[in-house]
């Protein structure tokens, strides 16, 4: 068809009832095609709703021609409450931290991330600019720094627009951290 790119052969079981490309094929495609953040998105979307495994789409990117889309693939968080975590893990990975999801913390709860083991991030949708919701993060904000922890929360144009000040904030408190900033005086 004019205008249209092949991308490859469909080797998977395509659309019951539509003529259009299988998931599998869809997936393997944009892992190779588009940009990285847009290939796992569309990656982590289907491996959350139990549509593909990403052990599946591994067996599917064997050798070395496909080491940039099972790259891809690593990034892709098992139990992600939003694509905002998923962005988020990505760019502070890449950014060299240590981070860790779905902390529990006493007094606190569950948290998004902590980072270097210092740094609680939370990463905040739409539903955390409601007045309960307010109230609820400041109570967590306050618990976690008398629990002896920092706390940045970062919205949605922070992830998605502007993910290298949101990297670049996080890396200057750990570095204030380590120079004593933040020690009793």
């Known amino acids: 068809m004019p205008g249209t790119l092949t991308h490859g052969r469909i080797v998977h079981p395509v659309h019951p009832w539509l003529p259009v490309a299988g998931l599998a094929d869809v997936l393997i495609h944009a892992l190779h095609c588009l940009p990285l953040l847009e290939a796992l998105v569309m990656v982590q979307c289907a491996a959350q709703r139990g549509d593909v495994t990403v052990d599946f789409l591994r067996r599917k990117l064997p050798g070395n021609r496909n080491a940039r889309a099972r790259s891809v693939l690593d990034y892709v968080v098992v139990r992600a409450d939003s694509i905002l975590e998923v962005l988020a893990n990505y760019h502070f990975r890449r950014a060299?931290?240590?981070?860790?999801?779905?902390?529990?913390?006493?007094?606190?709860?569950?948290?998004?991330?902590?980072?270097?083991?210092?740094?609680?991030?939370?990463?905040?949708?739409?539903?955390?600019?409601?007045?309960?919701?307010?109230?609820?993060?400041?109570?967590?904000?306050?618990?976690?720094?008398?629990?002896?922890?920092?706390?940045?929360?970062?919205?949605?144009?922070?992830?998605?627009?502007?993910?290298?000040?949101m990297v670049a904030q996080v890396l200057a408190v750990l570095e204030q951290s380590r120079r004593g900033a933040f020690s009793a005086r």
Do not use: S
């Not at 007045?131 to 720094?145: I, L, S, W, Y």
């Not at 008398?146 to 922070?158: E, H, M, T």
């Open 96 to 165: 060299g931290l240590h981070v860790r999801r779905h902390v529990e913390l006493q007094g606190v709860g569950e948290v998004d991330f902590v980072i270097e083991d210092l740094l609680v991030v939370e990463t905040d949708g739409t539903t955390h600019l409601e007045a309960k919701q307010v109230k609820k993060d400041r109570v967590r904000n306050n618990a976690a720094v008398v629990g002896g922890r920092l706390c940045l929360r970062f919205g949605y144009a922070d992830v998605v627009h502007h993910p290298e000040q």
